[in-house]
Structures are given as C-alpha cells and as structure tokens.
C-alpha cells in the first residue's frame, strides 16, 4: 500500500517525505521487487526524503514529523502498529496537537482503516466518499479505498496471496497454518475464537492462540 502510493505520486513529480523503518538500501530493494526493476535509486531519482522511524526512541521520530508536519499539504497513514510498540510506549504517531499545527485545509487520509491508532484525529468510515474536517484539517479514512481501483487492487491482491492460496490447497489439515509464519500470522478467528492478538486487544474481546484453537476448537 505505501510502496503503491509512492510510485503514483511520485510519478506524478510530488515532492514527497517518506518514514520508514529501516533505511534507503532495504526501501529500494523492496521498490525495485514490487514494481519488477532493478538496481534502481528510488530515493535519489525521485528527490524523496526520508526520514527513519526509531522504534527504540519512538519520541524522537514524533519530533521529525512534528516538524515537518506544517510544510505538508497531504498526509498518508500506510503504517498499521506494530507489535514491538505498543499504546504504552507510543500513544500516537501524530497526536492532536500535531495536526493542529498543519495548514488549514490540508488533508490527512489514513489507509489503514484503524480508529485513533497511529493519529489520534483518525477514524474509519465505510463510506467511500466520507470525508469530515478535526482541527481545520480534512481526514479521508474509507475502509475501502482500494475499490476506487478494483482491477488494480485485485491484480495485487491476487499476485500477493496466491502462494499462499497454493499452499493452503496442497495441504491436508489446518496443520499448515501453523508450519507456516506468514500464514499464521494471517489469521484473526479460528472455531469461533479470535486468534490475533492485537485485534482482541483493540476489541477489548477474549484471545485464544491459534495453535490452541485449531488442536481444541470445542474448549
């Protein structure tokens, strides 16, 4: 989603700012595998700036973007939270105040369709042309912003998940979700038990772990 974004905008000559988790050599390796080039200088070609998110000093990345935040006309959110930083250790990624500070009439659109996570002013709508206005700046937060490209969306979204439609058919028990990380990750319910951790957590509903619930679906 984010690498999408990127490309669209900067093809269309935006001067773009990018936080990422590690650094320009692991964003061009993965730029170069998803739009099928290589060896190509994503950053350098395009004047991007990039700026690298700290997980271990999380507040010093907030205060990069805080202050890049009223130079910035468009804001997009591609980043879903990770487990390694929770609330407790970083509320929000952009809290009010920050977003205060942005022009009037500039534009936050969360993609991840999360309510008040990673910003604090954002929350999710299923309307795919919704859009309302917090601290004089308009949020565009659709659950479902990849129907507005649904042949694009579908192609990717079948290139990303047909290995693992593969590998699920060549199989002969639920065994294989838990052989295979990416797979298990991936699950959220299993025999009417929620299996992702961060999703029970953001409900505030019951989670059983996958491997238990797939070997005691009944308990």
């Known amino acids: 989603m984010g690498l999408s974004a990127f490309k669209y905008l900067s093809d269309l000559g935006v001067a773009l700012t990018v936080v990422v988790t590690r650094n320009s050599e692991d964003f061009n390796g993965r730029a170069n595998a998803r739009f099928g080039t290589e060896g190509v200088d994503y950053i350098a070609a395009t004047r991007t700036k990039l700026l690298v998110m700290d997980n271990n000093d999380p507040s010093r990345t907030r205060d990069i973007i805080a202050a890049a935040l009223p130079k910035t006309d468009i804001l997009l959110n591609c980043a879903v939270r990770r487990s390694d930083l929770p609330k407790h250790r970083m509320e929000y990624l952009i809290d009010r105040a920050m977003v205060r500070a942005m022009r009037t009439s500039s534009i ?112």
């Open 108 to 219: 936050i659109c969360d993609c991840t369709a999360c309510d008040r996570d990673m910003i604090e002013t954002c929350t999710s709508s299923a309307f795919l042309y919704h859009s309302y206005r917090e601290e004089g700046v308009v949020h565009y937060n659709c659950d479902h912003i990849p129907s507005i490209v649904a042949h694009t969306a579908t192609q990717l979204l079948t290139e990303s998940t047909f290995a693992y439609i593969r590998y699920i058919t060549n199989s002969k028990s639920l065994q294989a979700f838990l052989e295979n990380e990416d797979l298990r990750n991936g699950v959220c319910c299993c025999g009417g038990h929620l299996t992702h951790a961060l999703s029970a957590e953001k409900k505030g509903l019951p989670y059983r772990r996958l491997n238990e619930a797939i070997l005691d679906p009944c308990s």
